[in-house]
Structures are given as C-alpha cells and as structure tokens.
C-alpha cells in the first residue's frame, strides 16, 4: 500500500498523561509523528489533538481503532491532505540593522504576505502563516542574511466538508 500523509483529529477530554499513552501507539509501530498540536474545540471541556503522519491507509484505520480504546477519547478521525484546510504559523528573529541594510529583506517580507510583528533596536521578529512549503521558502531566503530564531507550530486544520462535529461531540456526551 502506498504511504500518504494524514491528519488525525482525535476529540478527547482534557486528562493528565493522555498525550504520552497517544505518542506511545506511534511509538510501538515505529511512526514519525512529523506535526502534533494541542487546543482547545469549539465545546467546553473538550481538547483536540492534531497529528501529523505519513502512513498507509490500513496503518491509519488501525491506529485510529487503538487511539479510540483509550477512555478519555471521546472520537478520533482522520483526513488526507485533500480533504482539511491547514496551516502552520511561524516566527524569525533577525537583526534590526538588517531591516533597514539590507532592502531586499522588506521585498521578501512583503512578497512572502509575511508580517513584522515586533521590532526593538536589537532584533526584529516576522510572523508568517501558511503551508509548510511557503514558510520552508521564506526561511531559505531570510537565512542567506542570519537568522537568530525560528520556530514553527504544529499544524492546525479543519475540514473542507461539513462534519457538524459538535452535535456528534454533544451527543457522545451525553
């Protein structure tokens, strides 16, 4: 079976070590979780664990089957690429005499729909959201100059289709 990259959403309630007994069904079937974020849903009480793997489709149906074993679970789902709109945010900190140097930097943060989020007289910081590919691209151009930090989030997505998600939330709730 050819490997395709997913994005399980999983809907649980908020309870102390769930994230490592999740990370641990990765861990036993050796997988690469390349992306996992944390947050809070659109329901109270409720939090919803984003993860990122690149796995065949039959990998996928059985890790979903062990994620929802676990009692705090409420439902766990998961998307190809084609099917969630998603994005990851990012952060550069580069040096203030760099802004004002080096013209091109200002073309790239304006050519890239990046935006400078803070500047002192020691840094400035350049916040970029989008695919991961768009702020890989940004990073590779920022770097010719130094940069001083980086960092990227997690990705966060949702559905293109409809899954009225908090009815069925409601529902397994009650």
Do not use: W
Not at 44 to 49: I, L, N, T
Request: proline letters at 1%.
């Amino acid at each position: 079976m050819k490997k395709e990259r997913y994005t399980i959403s999983v809907y649980t309630e908020n309870n102390l070590g769930l994230l490592t007994r999740i990370a641990t069904i990765f861990l036993k079937r050796h997988i690469n979780i390349e992306s996992l974020t944390v947050s809070s849903t659109e329901i109270d009480h409720v939090s919803r664990f984003i993860i990122v793997v690149e796995i065949t489709e039959e990998q996928v149906k059985k890790i979903i089957g062990q994620i929802e074993k676990q009692v705090e679970v409420i439902k766990a789902y998961y998307h190809t690429n084609d099917e969630c709109i998603y994005l990851q945010s990012a952060l550069f900190k580069i040096k203030s005499s760099l802004l004002f140097e080096e013209r091109q930097i200002q073309n790239i943060i304006k050519n890239s729909n990046a935006q400078i989020v803070t500047v002192s007289p020691e840094f400035f910081v350049i916040e970029k959201s989008g695919r991961k590919e768009e702020i890989e691209t940004l990073y590779d151009e920022l770097s010719k100059f130094g940069i001083m930090q980086f960092v990227r989030s997690g990705r966060i997505s949702v559905t293109k289709e409809e899954m009225k998600i908090s009815e069925m939330l409601q529902k397994e709730l009650i």
